[in-house]
């Protein structure tokens, strides 16, 4: 069988074209295409001197590809700029170096974020963007910061008094050593220069104290801070406690992310109404359904979702036990089973007596606090009570207590909502929705832990994935045929 020529040393008579090098279906084609028109006039270059700068056009090509494929590092990317046939088209053959390629995406945490608005509205204008359902979810991504530079706050404390403390002894020694200068420094210096460990102490004591001055003097003694990465986050997860953030999405059906953020606290309490707002500024209009798992449900969010007229779909519990009582004495009275009079503020028992508002107060957590009221019978009346062996256990005079919270109307409205069929197959598709774009980041994009520190940088960070996740996934709509780009935006 006759073997073709072989020969790396080959000489072309003509230069061969970038264009020849990719293939004419590549999803790179479309994102290249979709960058060379979006308006890129807010992104900075941070040096001013020097030789001139990289097209921003170029950079945004690279780093957005980057991410789409799983190349994050800028000095993974330099090396694809020398290796890789898409990176070296993308680049039109330049080549910036790993600094330059870090520098300019850490500085244009305002750029990337109206960069990721004009992906939303050119999916808008091609059909892609639907409201009608968004899955919200968060996922842990593990921080830039190791294990061991995490202390207590008081533990720090404790630190920054110990290297005072040793400043002032090696300060003192010095002093008394005074006399012996030309024994201690020798002759060829002049013998005021800092002792070197006094220099390492005084280093030490300025970071604590920096560190100390960002966290705040409220901040709990018991709260784990790390040296390298204050504003992160010890969070749990699926294999144990890590450093990390907590990354934010809200997602369309097709898989579109409509909104992005990190927060630094571990659960998702708090992130619904930012998630909303995000939506609502960034697409000029809000989620007809919502749909996210137990860590949004809270009073306030529920409110929130009867107050925007946003039809929410958000459990108590996990999806498997959604329906079911979980009580842990499920053979005594419910709550249901006790009648509440609006009109007189109070509650009548399976026996007719009333329980009246006894105490009001706040339960707080770390994360959210609401306002609730327990009712109960007048001291005694439990006891004697026929039906006390199926109220309560209680041997306490004080009987049975009932709590209800500010939101206890919007809680059971919730509740009835996700017990029909209709309610748990909206609910259901969550899954189907969030969690393979959270797998798609994670696993291609291999976004697994920032390379970023602090909670801009981290922002920064997530933006450029989801932005590079929307343009990939409006490339590939395009190359199917779903949709036919007309870029005039």
């Given at each position: 069988m006759p073997v073709r020529s072989y020969n790396q040393n080959q000489l072309f008579l003509l230069p061969p074209s970038l264009n020849e090098w990719v293939k004419s279906d590549h999803p790179t084609r479309v994102l290249?295409?979709?960058?060379?028109?979006?308006?890129v006039s807010g992104f900075r270059d941070e040096k001013t001197e020097g030789r001139p700068c990289y097209d921003t056009r170029m950079m945004l090509k690279i780093l957005l590809w980057g991410y789409a494929c799983g190349a994050r590092a800028s000095r993974k990317i330099?090396?694809?700029?020398?290796s890789d046939v898409i990176f070296m088209w993308l680049a039109g053959l330049e080549k910036p170096d790993f600094r330059t390629i870090c520098l300019f995406r850490r500085c244009n945490l305002e750029a990337i974020s109206q960069l990721f608005a004009q992906v939303i509205t050119l999916a808008k204008g091609l059909g892609m963007l639907r409201l009608g359902l968004i899955a919200l979810d968060g996922t842990k991504v593990r921080a830039n910061a190791g294990i061991g530079s995490f202390?207590?706050?008081a533990e720090w404390h404790k630190e920054l008094a110990e290297a005072k403390e040793e400043v002032r002894r090696i300060l003192q020694e010095a002093e008394a050593l005074d006399q012996a200068d030309d024994e201690k420094f020798g002759s060829a210096n002049r013998g005021d220069e800092l002792p070197e460990e006094l220099t390492k102490t005084e280093?030490?004591?300025k970071k604590i104290e920096e560190l100390m001055d960002k966290i705040g003097e409220d901040a709990s003694a018991k709260r784990l801070v790390s040296s390298t990465d204050p504003d992160a986050s010890y969070m749990h997860n699926s294999?144990?406690?890590?450093?990390?953030?907590?990354?934010?999405?809200?997602?369309?059906e097709d898989q579109l992310i409509v909104y992005a953020d990190v927060s630094t606290e571990p659960v998702d309490t708090n992130q619904l109404k930012p998630a909303l707002d995000g939506i609502q500024q960034i697409c000029s209009a809000k989620p007809e359904k919502v749909v996210a798992d137990t860590g949004f449900n809270s009073n306030k969010n529920l409110g929130l979702l009867e107050e925007q007229e946003?039809?929410?779909y958000i459990p108590e519990s996990g999806e498997k036990n959604i329906g079911k009582v979980l009580r842990n004495h499920p053979e005594l009275y419910s709550k249901d089973d006790f009648e509440y009079d609006a009109e007189h503020d109070c509650y009548r028992c399976p026996a007719g007596k009333l329980l009246l508002a006894r105490t009001k107060g706040i339960l707080k957590s770390r994360y959210s606090k609401k306002a609730v009221t327990v009712y109960r019978t007048e001291p005694g009346i439990c006891l004697s009570c026929a039906k006390k062996n199926k109220c309560t256990e209680t041997k306490n005079k004080v009987g049975r207590?009932?709590?209800?919270c500010a939101y206890e109307v919007e809680r059971k409205r919730m509740r009835q909502k996700l017990k029909t069929e209709t309610g748990r197959t909206i609910y259901g598709r969550r899954k189907c929705i969030t969690e393979p774009v959270i797998g798609q980041l994670k696993v291609v994009g291999r976004f697994v832990q920032f390379l970023l520190r602090g909670i801009m940088g981290v922002r920064i960070e997530w933006k450029w994935a989801t932005t590079a996740h929307n343009l990939l996934k409006?490339?590939?709509w395009a190359m199917t045929g779903d949709v036919k780009l007309a870029l005039k935006l």
């Open positions: 290249s295409e979709i960058i060379d028109h979006l308006d330099e090396e694809r700029l020398y202390k207590k706050v280093q030490r004591m294999i144990g406690s890590i450093p990390a953030y907590n990354a934010q999405v809200a997602v369309t946003v039809d929410g207590s009932i709590t209800r409006i490339a590939r």
